[in-house]
């Protein structure tokens, strides 16, 4: 007997309070699902996607990812027992759900404000978050672990691994699958295949995707554990349709794979649904084997030697149920397969997934109109620098995954033969962009900070080593808010200059970040500036043809009284865009206690301009004191210390950036005022600093 279907209700609009949820309500635990049937978890889940929709619009976050999961999560609750059985949530973009039916649902409106919860799981948070996430891909790994100290320490847990179609792209989830066959592990993996990552999904996996969904049939489970291949049904008006279809081998290809023998009425079919016109008719068992046996080759799951399961309908909660409570006695190696539609329930997201990713707060009021010009983000002025450099022959650009956040979109439209999205793939694209290098091409690899961390031997081994003519163009670099320590962008300083033949700048607004892109472009070998995320401070960029000399600092004030003899003066060098809060804290502590003082923008970590330190030294400086929005061990104030330790120079000086620790979530401004980083934390290390060496 058929298992009914559901249909998750749909929305149009963000709810402004919060809505009716008495059976959500009824929820604090996991546990309280199992209390439910199967007509109340429809329901549930329909609460559950109506109170998304207003605590994300109270809160900002990740959107459409978390819609999509709703049915997916309820039924992966019900069946499992966690916290004892593991579910390890990919990335964390799909988590919300899972933390409102684990205790937190009271909580999420909080999620990425300062002290609220964290945006993606935390295993200090909450003992039902397996896993602290944040990067792709690591899941399938992770989860593999928990399998195997279960087993070593004779439990029965059940694992299992939710992770995206897009995370899949990533390599290490591929390594984990291949070492879960090897270690004969008992794992449970669920691909949650939206065609999606942030972008749309590209590659040879997702066109691998397309075809098991085109083919219309589909390996079920039956009560006995046995697998079936059954016929599945494919709405003509299914979105998905028009992609998997693109994506998939062409109605030509696929018709000439059919054997004659199988008729005309078949090959009219399929030729129907590949031309759009009109779902496929029912095919008798028999037939249907015969396709797939010829058509479609054994599956990339099964041949690595996983049970496959699917694809199923991620939004049909009672046959989800029905998969997962007879899939859960398999042994070994599992994936289970299953389509869900990013955004689902709310239409303007299902309409545009990319768009609604992820979005901001509702507006509490109507903020009136500014005359003033809005500042240019980072990644719109890297956008604007690689359009003007897009004639330039040599370039071409390369981008993990985040066209759209880095600002490459309209240089992909453009030049679409120069643009290369690797999916989630650092490594990969790293080392291509080597390659490029050695081809005689001058590549920009397009990266966020804490994703270049995960590339980092191929920088070295691949690129650097090589002394390889690579521009790295470096996102989101400093504390990055409410997405928390996951994507802070801290280290990036301290594991890039160490390494030999790599130059580093860090520009401190819009205008200096385009030429100081020019400078590291035009560089024959290895070079990376980092910028931050966010709007920069509303400088004009002025594209004149000055040229920025290579490891040359920039002294942007000097106090009347600088040139003066005093026993106290004072030289602060800021690194990147904390320029203008160390310039105006500088500028008030000159005025209120008449010290000279001097403020450099210090525009390039490596090669460090040592001239203008010599230079500040002979002007009779007494205290130093560095500035940078990154980690103190290892950052750029750490080589102002080297060089005056090599130059046997003593005399006070100050590093002002992150101490030893994670910072957490919260608003950028919240971040820096913790690290004192902001205007008044930068007075007030002045001021100590000065006074305690008075003393």
């Known amino acids: 007997?058929?298992?009914?279907?559901?249909?998750?209700?749909?929305?149009?609009?963000?709810?402004?309070?919060?809505?009716?949820?008495?059976?959500?309500?009824?929820?604090?635990?996991?546990?309280?699902?199992k209390t439910l049937s199967h007509d109340e978890l429809c329901v549930l889940a329909d609460e559950l996607r109506e109170f998304l929709l207003y605590s994300v619009g109270q809160s900002g976050g990740h959107f459409g990812a978390n819609l999509g999961v709703v049915e997916l999560t309820v039924a992966l609750h019900t069946i499992y027992n966690a916290p004892y059985d593991k579910l390890v949530w990919d990335v964390g973009h799909q988590a919300y759900a899972h933390k409102a039916l684990t205790g937190r649902k009271d909580k999420l409106t909080s999620i990425r404000s300062r002290g609220g919860l964290t945006a993606f799981p935390e295993r200090s948070e909450s003992e039902y978050d397996t896993f602290g996430v944040g990067h792709s891909s690591t899941s399938i790994s992770a989860g593999l672990g928990m399998s195997l100290a279960s087993r070593i320490k004779g439990e029965?847990?059940?694992?299992?691994?939710?992770?995206?179609?897009?995370?899949?792209?990533?390599g290490m989830a591929f390594e984990a699958m291949n070492d879960a066959v090897q270690?004969?592990?008992?794992?449970?993996?669920?691909?949650?295949?939206?065609?999606?990552?942030?972008?749309?999904?590209?590659?040879?996996f997702s066109r691998h995707l397309a075809k098991l969904w085109q083919r219309g049939l589909a390996f079920d489970i039956d009560k006995y554990g046995n697998i079936l291949m059954v016929k599945r049904e494919i709405s003509a008006d299914d979105r998905r349709v028009r992609h998997y279809l693109h994506m998939a081998t062409d109605a030509k290809e696929t018709l000439e794979k059919i054997p004659a023998k199988l008729g005309t009425n078949l090959v009219q079919n399929i030729g129907n649904l590949l031309g759009k016109n009109a779902p496929p008719m029912p095919l008798s068992d028999k037939i249907a084997e015969?396709?797939?046996?010829?058509?479609?080759?054994?599956?990339?799951?099964?041949?690595?030697?996983?049970?496959?399961?699917?694809?199923?309908d991620g939004h049909d909660l009672p046959k989800l149920l029905q998969v997962f409570e007879r899939a859960k006695n398999l042994s070994g190696a599992v994936l289970i397969h299953v389509h869900t539609v990013k955004g689902?329930?709310?239409?303007?997201?299902?309409?545009?997934?990319?768009?609604?990713?992820?979005?901001?707060?509702?507006?509490?009021?109507?903020?009136?109109?500014?005359?003033?010009?809005?500042?240019?983000?980072?990644?719109?002025?890297?956008?604007?620098?690689?359009?003007?450099?897009?004639?330039?022959?040599?370039l071409v650009a390369i981008t993990p995954a985040m066209c759209e956040g880095s600002g490459m979109v309209d240089f992909a439209k453009t030049y679409p033969t120069k643009f290369f999205d690797v999916a989630i793939a650092e490594q990969h694209a790293i080392t291509l962009a080597g390659g490029m290098a050695t081809?005689?091409?001058?590549?920009?690899?397009?990266?966020?900070?804490?994703?270049?961390?995960?590339?980092?031997?191929?920088?070295?081994?691949?690129?650097?080593?090589?002394?390889?003519?690579?521009?790295?163009?470096?996102?989101?670099?400093?504390?990055?808010?409410?997405?928390?320590?996951?994507?802070?962008?801290?280290?990036?300083?301290?594991?890039?200059?160490?390494?030999?033949?790599?130059?580093?700048?860090?520009?401190?607004?819009?205008?200096?970040c385009y030429h100081l892109l020019n400078a590291c472009y035009e560089y024959q070998g290895t070079s990376a500036i980092r910028y931050p995320r966010g709007a920069g401070v509303g400088r004009e960029i002025i594209k004149d043809d000055k040229k920025f000399a290579i490891g040359k600092a920039n002294v942007v004030w000097r106090s009347d009284n600088f040139t003066n003899k005093s026993d106290k003066k004072?030289?602060?060098?800021?690194?990147?865009?904390?320029?203008?809060?160390a310039l105006s804290a500088s500028q008030e502590f000159a005025h209120t206690t008449h010290t000279p003082?001097?403020?450099?923008?210090?525009?390039?970590?490596?090669?460090?301009?040592?001239?203008?330190?010599?230079?500040?030294i002979h002007q009779n400086i007494t205290h130093i004191i560095t500035v940078e929005e990154h980690q103190l061990m290892g950052g750029a104030g750490s080589a102002v210390n080297e060089y005056l330790a090599s130059r046997g120079i003593t005399l006070p000086i100050k590093n002002l950036g992150i101490k030893d620790e994670f910072i957490a979530h919260g608003s950028h401004a919240e971040q820096l005022a913790e690290c004192g980083l902001d205007e008044q934390g930068i007075l007030g290390t002045l001021t100590k600093f000065i006074n305690k060496n008075q003393e």
């Open 290 to 312: 015969k396709v797939h046996d010829h058509i479609f080759p054994d599956n990339l799951f099964k041949a690595i030697g996983f049970t496959y399961l699917g694809p199923f």
């Open 156 to 170: 029965h847990r059940k694992v299992v691994a939710i992770i995206g179609d897009g995370a899949m792209t990533g």
């Open 344 to 394: 689902k329930g709310f239409l303007p997201a299902e309409n545009d997934p990319i768009t609604y990713h992820a979005i901001g707060k509702i507006p509490k009021t109507t903020t009136p109109k500014s005359d003033k010009l809005t500042p240019k983000k980072y990644s719109d002025v890297f956008g604007e620098w690689l359009m003007d450099k897009g004639n330039d022959k040599e």
């Open 597 to 616: 003082i001097t403020v450099v923008d210090m525009r390039w970590v490596k090669p460090l301009d040592t001239a203008l330190i010599d230079e500040l």
């Open 570 to 581: 004072v030289a602060v060098l800021a690194f990147g865009t904390r320029l203008h809060d």
């Open 439 to 512: 081809g005689g091409l001058k590549p920009v690899v397009a990266i966020y900070s804490t994703f270049l961390q995960r590339g980092y031997d191929q920088f070295v081994h691949d690129v650097a080593l090589q002394n390889l003519d690579v521009t790295f163009a470096i996102d989101r670099a400093g504390l990055v808010g409410e997405d928390g320590a996951t994507h802070a962008g801290v280290f990036d300083l301290a594991y890039m200059r160490c390494i030999p033949n790599v130059i580093i700048a860090t520009p401190s607004d819009e205008h200096e």
């Open 1 to 33: 007997m058929p298992t009914p279907v559901h249909t998750p209700k749909t929305f149009t609009a963000l709810p402004t309070t919060r809505p009716h949820t008495p059976t959500l309500d009824r929820v604090d635990l996991p546990s309280d699902l």
């Open 183 to 204: 270690q004969n592990a008992d794992l449970t993996v669920v691909l949650n295949d939206n065609d999606m990552s942030i972008s749309q999904a590209i590659g040879g």
